[in-house]
Structures are given as structure tokens and as C-alpha cells.
């Protein structure tokens, strides 16, 4: 396949795996973006056709999709408007003769989700699913990226203040999900009504991160759990933290802990040909987040 794709969310961590991962295949790419800034300079400097959109806007859209034989399609998660913007997707890769979109979901979408961004992605998948369209679901787990929102607090304290108790899950790295995006997009026939749950490579607490943190940077990182609305009230006062991004993470915490996130797979390695990256190198390449 040499046909061209779209990557939303263009200028994100996944997204610009992906194109990194499309490019080294050869395959042309469009690349969605909010605003020109030096971070789409970078991609146009790679090649990347750059079109200016909004998800939430049906034209730019359509526009986005005009000649695309593939998508890569995601929503923030810090902001609502997933079921709109699913329908202007739909409504626009069906006008264009779109062949596959790779929605990106997350492990905890399900019906009963406490969290209502999880809940809308359950619901965008379902309809995906009836659009007629090929459809491929992401359903990643906790991205590594996580440990980024408490880099200050690392920092400044020693230590890693979240709600998680002793709760599991494998953490995965936006590289390797780009890494899946685009294996997927430059081969989508053979992932058509496919959902995959993409898990990282061990199943780890917070005690165990802390622990790999502490022997990477030579300090003593102490993880220390907190119950889920004292957090609230320490997210309120993060400026960068919507009312909606705080509902979901406090579910998302119940959910850990309740071992909604608990488990690994294979299903990384089995689709890019390699184990899925650990926390451990997550941390040693961004080790100045956390100095």
C-alpha cells in the first residue's frame, strides 16, 4: 500500500510515532494539525503534507480526508466531544471513499465505565462498527507517558502521589503504539473488525515503578498512595486538568484498582515483530523529565 493516509492528532506522542513509522515505509502522509508551530514545521520538513483542522469541525474534516485511503483517527481525552466528532469522521471518510480508519480507544472502554470519556469511546467504537467502514480498534493501556504528569512532584519530592493502591497494569510507550499504528495503516486489509488490547511488556504497581525510577536516576523515588478524592482536590489545581479529564482519571484510578487494568499479552510483538518497550526505557530516555 503506497496510497496516502491521515494522522490525527498529528503533532501528539502517537501520532508522531506513527508518521516516523509510515515514513521509513515509504508511505506519503498526511498530517492533521490544530495550528502551524514548530512542531508541524518538523513534520513538514519531513515530507508531511500538513492540513490545519479541527475534529470538531465538520468541513476541515472533510477537507482533512479528501484524497486519504487510510486514517488514523484520535480524540483528545482531555476534552468531551468524541461522539461528534466520531460522526463528522464517519460522515466524512464516507464521502471520500475512505477504506480503514485505526480508532484508538482505551482498555477501560466498556459500557458500564464509570468514566464518561471511557464510556464515549465504547460508545465512538460502536459507531465505527456500523458505519460500514473497515474498522480497526486500539485499545491501549496506561501509556509509560503517565509518569510525565507527576515529573514535577518526582522532582521537586521524591516521590509519585497517585491513586492507583496496589493496582496493576503494563505499561505502554506511544512509540510502540505509533509503531502499531503504522504497521496496521501500510497493511490494513489483514486487520479489518479487529480490536486489540495493546499491553506493555510486565505488569507493574506503582511500588514496582517507583523502584525502577529510583535505580535509573540514582535517587529514592517512594511511590505513595493517596485515596481518589483528596486526588481530585490535588488536580483541581493544576491549571492544565479540565473538569473532564479529572472525572476520568479519578474512575480511571478505581478501575486500576479494581483490576480492570491488570494483565499483558503479545499482541504488540505479534504486530510489529518485536517486545513491546519496558518502563525502564521509557525513563532512561526521558531521564531529565524526572533529574
Given at each position: 500500500?503506497?496510497?496516502?493516509?491521515l494522522i490525527t492528532g498529528a503533532t501528539g506522542a502517537t501520532g508522531q510515532s506513527a508518521i516516523k513509522h509510515l515514513l521509513e515505509r515509504n508511505i506519503p502522509v498526511r498530517a492533521m494539525v490544530h495550528k502551524i508551530d514548530e512542531r508541524s514545521a518538523v513534520l513538514e520538513k519531513l515530507g508531511v503534507e500538513i492540513v490545519v483542522g479541527d475534529l470538531n469541525?465538520?468541513?476541515?474534516?472533510?477537507?482533512?480526508?479528501?484524497?486519504?485511503?487510510?486514517?488514523?483517527?484520535?480524540?483528545?481525552?482531555?476534552?468531551?466531544?468524541?461522539?461528534?466528532?466520531?460522526?463528522?469522521?464517519?460522515?466524512?471518510?464516507?464521502?471520500?471513499?475512505?477504506?480503514?480508519?485505526?480508532?484508538?480507544?482505551?482498555?477501560?472502554?466498556?459500557?458500564?465505565?464509570?468514566?464518561?470519556?471511557?464510556?464515549?469511546?465504547?460508545?465512538?467504537?460502536?459507531?465505527?462498527?456500523?458505519?460500514?467502514?473497515?474498522?480497526?480498534?486500539?485499545?491501549?493501556?496506561?501509556?509509560?507517558?503517565?509518569?510525565?504528569?507527576?515529573?514535577?512532584?518526582?522532582?521537586?519530592?521524591?516521590?509519585?502521589?497517585?491513586?492507583?493502591?496496589?493496582?496493576?497494569?503494563?505499561?505502554?510507550?506511544?512509540?510502540?503504539?505509533?509503531?502499531?499504528?503504522?504497521?496496521?495503516?501500510?497493511?490494513?486489509?489483514?486487520?479489518?473488525?479487529?480490536?486489540?488490547?495493546?499491553?506493555?511488556?510486565?505488569?507493574?504497581?506503582?511500588?514496582?515503578?517507583?523502584?525502577?525510577?529510583?535505580?535509573?536516576?540514582?535517587?529514592?523515588?517512594?511511590?505513595?498512595?493517596?485515596?481518589?478524592?483528596?486526588?481530585?482536590?490535588?488536580?483541581?489545581?493544576?491549571?492544565?486538568?479540565?473538569?473532564?479529564?479529572?472525572?476520568?482519571?479519578?474512575?480511571?484510578?478505581?478501575?486500576?484498582?479494581?483490576?480492570?487494568?491488570?494483565?499483558?499479552?503479545?499482541?504488540?510483538?505479534?504486530?510489529?515483530?518485536?517486545?513491546?518497550?519496558?518502563?525502564?526505557?521509557?525513563?532512561?530516555?526521558?531521564?531529565?523529565?524526572?533529574?
Amino acid at each position: 500500500m503506497k496510497d496516502k493516509v491521515l494522522i490525527t492528532g498529528a503533532t501528539g506522542a502517537t501520532g508522531q510515532s506513527a508518521i516516523k513509522h509510515l515514513l521509513e515505509r515509504n508511505i506519503p502522509v498526511r498530517a492533521m494539525v490544530h495550528k502551524i508551530d514548530e512542531r508541524s514545521a518538523v513534520l513538514e520538513k519531513l515530507g508531511v503534507e500538513i492540513v490545519v483542522g479541527d475534529l470538531n469541525d465538520f468541513d476541515s474534516v472533510s477537507t482533512a480526508l479528501e484524497g486519504i485511503s487510510a486514517a488514523y483517527f484520535l480524540y483528545p481525552i482531555q476534552v468531551p466531544g468524541i461522539l461528534e466528532a466520531t460522526a463528522f469522521f464517519i460522515q466524512a471518510a464516507l464521502e471520500n471513499g475512505v477504506n480503514h480508519i485505526v480508532n484508538i480507544s482505551q482498555r477501560t472502554a466498556r459500557r458500564d465505565a464509570k468514566s464518561h470519556a471511557a464510556q464515549n469511546h465504547w460508545i465512538a467504537e460502536r459507531l465505527l462498527d456500523r458505519s460500514g467502514l473497515h474498522i480497526t480498534h486500539l485499545r491501549p493501556t496506561l501509556f509509560a507517558e503517565w509518569l510525565s504528569y507527576v515529573a514535577k512532584d518526582i522532582r521537586e519530592n521524591n516521590r509519585i502521589v497517585l491513586p492507583f493502591g496496589e493496582g496493576k497494569y503494563a505499561p505502554i510507550t506511544a512509540e510502540d503504539q505509533g509503531h502499531v499504528i503504522a504497521a496496521i495503516l501500510s497493511e490494513p486489509g489483514r486487520h479489518i473488525g479487529k480490536t486489540y488490547d495493546l499491553l506493555g511488556l510486565e505488569e507493574l504497581s506503582l511500588f514496582n515503578i517507583a523502584a525502577i525510577l529510583s535505580e535509573i536516576i540514582q535517587r529514592e523515588i517512594t511511590y505513595v498512595p493517596i485515596e481518589i478524592e483528596p486526588f481530585k482536590q490535588i488536580m483541581v489545581q493544576n491549571p492544565d486538568f479540565t473538569p473532564w479529564f479529572i472525572q476520568h482519571l479519578s474512575a480511571i484510578a478505581s478501575d486500576v484498582r479494581n483490576g480492570v487494568t491488570a494483565g499483558t499479552n503479545d499482541t504488540v510483538e505479534e504486530l510489529i515483530g518485536s517486545k513491546p518497550l519496558s518502563i525502564a526505557h521509557y525513563i532512561t530516555e526521558n531521564k531529565n523529565l524526572f533529574l
